[in-house]
């Protein structure tokens, strides 16, 4: 078996040293849905990017130890102020979704761009990074009140705000070198140009959401709570930043299906074209805005129907695809990985896509809709990672164990959604913690429990993640 793999090991390299200017064997074959390797200048830049989602993942699963020790017995006494679990719960919703995502999408605009204005590259990573940066001081440096605000909590603070609007700053430069930056014509031909196409979506996307943000906090009355406001100031916003997650995920899905061997059953044209209707419902983001406005419950309904309705567009083609190839298709031992993270992938995002057509009342199920689709997007950012890293210019990543990350991280995540999914049919609320879950039966404990267990085997997929990552980036190939 040893000589079998070192054949494995030894092919895999040999594919990866025909790289000219970062092009693949592979990808030079043509007419898959793979990018070829920008320039050296853009992906360096890419591996910033890179280097800033996987530091933000490890200050999540640090924050994420930090809740644990803020409600333990006598543990929880040498932390400074009362409700430290609440603001290292913000830091580490922020740090695990917030910043992972976009700093990932960073990597992929800028292999998805020409070299021009690379300085404006380099200034959105800087901007992006001092922003997180200040984000996980602020609970050292100026405590402030933590609100569980929807898809962006927040804490009340300068100095945390401060660290928000920079790292806003960064994306907002980030988006607008992905629009200009743009890569020669003959580079949009094939399934090549059906990965740009679906990539350059998610920038606009992203404009659509950066707008959403700041119309929301100029036609937003400043007369509600804390909480009801922010809210009201991330929900528009924040459910754009949906759509760019799913455009990025979706278009991932076709380059590791393409990088494992999977036979999918679309031509570049029909992909690109569902990848374009994949953002076609941004497009009635203003639509909102101008009429419904003014009653915000009527604008949060909007919003949530527009995710409910144009959400499914492009995930459920592409994933039945996706699925058909990797049954179609044979993939080797060298693309086990990728092919792991997408059917890791795909499975997750369409159990989470399942689940919110049943959601009723704010509980749990909720929480495990949104653990679903977060989850996929994760793992297919990660898979993504495990393929570019060669292609980047750092060491193969063990095959073994990013194989096998997938399927934890992919298990625990499934036990946590069916733990959450019970709980919240038998009416266990979400955001809440300890005697406030209101846990009186067998049922509903059993169903947190689990969700507890799935939890745990998540995180230690994700910490197999981050280890095969270092081990390949600690020194370059």
């Not at 962006?152 to 660290?163: D, E, L, M």
């Not at 754009?240 to 031509?267: N, R």
Request: include cysteine; aromatic fraction near 12%.
């Amino acid at each position: 078996m040893q000589p079998r793999n070192n054949d494995v090991s030894s092919t895999y390299h040999q594919a990866i040293a025909q790289q000219g200017a970062g092009v693949t064997g592979e990808e030079k074959r043509g007419g898959g849905f793979a990018l070829s390797m920008p320039s050296n200048a853009n992906r360096k830049l890419a591996s910033g990017w890179l280097w800033l989602g996987i530091a933000s993942l490890v200050g999540a699963g640090l924050f994420a130890i930090l809740l644990v020790l803020s409600r333990t017995p006598y543990v929880q006494d040498i932390f400074p102020w009362v409700d430290f679990f609440h603001t290292a719960l913000v830091v580490h919703v922020d740090l695990s979704v917030l910043l992972w995502f976009m700093a990932f999408a960073g990597v992929l605009w800028s292999l998805n761009s020409s070299p021009r204005f690379i300085g404006i590259g380099w200034l959105a990573l800087l901007l992006a990074a001092g922003g997180a940066a200040v984000i996980v001081l602020s609970p050292f440096i100026a405590v402030g009140k933590p609100l569980m605000s929807n898809y962006v909590p927040v804490i009340q603070s300068t100095f945390f705000f401060t660290g928000l609007m920079v790292f806003a700053m960064g994306v907002a430069v980030l988006v607008l070198r992905s629009l200009i930056a743009i890569p020669s014509a003959d580079s949009w031909r094939g399934g090549e140009g059906s990965i740009r196409i679906g990539f350059y979506a998610a920038s606009i996307s992203t404009l659509f959401a950066l707008i959403a943000f700041g119309w929301s906090y100029k036609v937003i009355p400043d007369i509600f709570d804390s909480t009801q406001y922010y809210d009201f100031l991330f929900w528009g916003g924040g459910h754009v930043l949906q759509f760019t997650y799913s455009l990025l995920m979706l278009t991932g899905w076709l380059w590791l299906a393409d990088a494992c061997g999977a036979k999918i059953p679309l031509t570049p044209r029909v992909a690109s074209a569902f990848l374009v209707l994949g953002l076609l419902p941004v497009f009635y983001v203003p639509v909102i805005y101008l009429v419904f406005a003014g009653v915000m419950g009527d604008y949060m309904v909007q919003f949530t129907q527009l995710m409910k309705v144009g959400g499914g567009f492009a995930p459920a083609p592409v994933g039945l695809a996706i699925l058909y190839g990797l049954g179609a298709g044979r993939g080797t031992a060298v693309t086990n990985p990728q092919r792991a993270a997408l059917l890791v992938s795909v499975i997750l995002f369409a159990i989470g896509g399942g689940i919110s057509l049943v959601i009723g009342d704010s509980n749990t199920i909720i929480t495990a809709h949104y653990h679903g689709t977060g989850g996929a997007i994760s793992m297919a950012f990660m898979g993504l990672t495990l393929h570019l890293l060669p292609r980047l210019g750092y060491q193969e990543p063990e095959l073994k164990w990013s194989t096998l990350m997938s399927y934890v991280y992919g298990t625990g995540q499934l036990l946590h959604i069916i733990g959450l999914l019970w709980s919240g049919g038998y009416g266990v609320q979400r955001k809440v913690a300890g005697a406030a879950q209101g846990l009186h039966g067998f049922a509903q404990t059993a169903g947190m429990g689990l969700m507890g267990l799935g939890g745990l085997i998540a995180v230690v997929g994700g910490i197999m993640f981050l280890v095969v990552v270092f081990k390949a980036m600690r020194r370059p190939a």
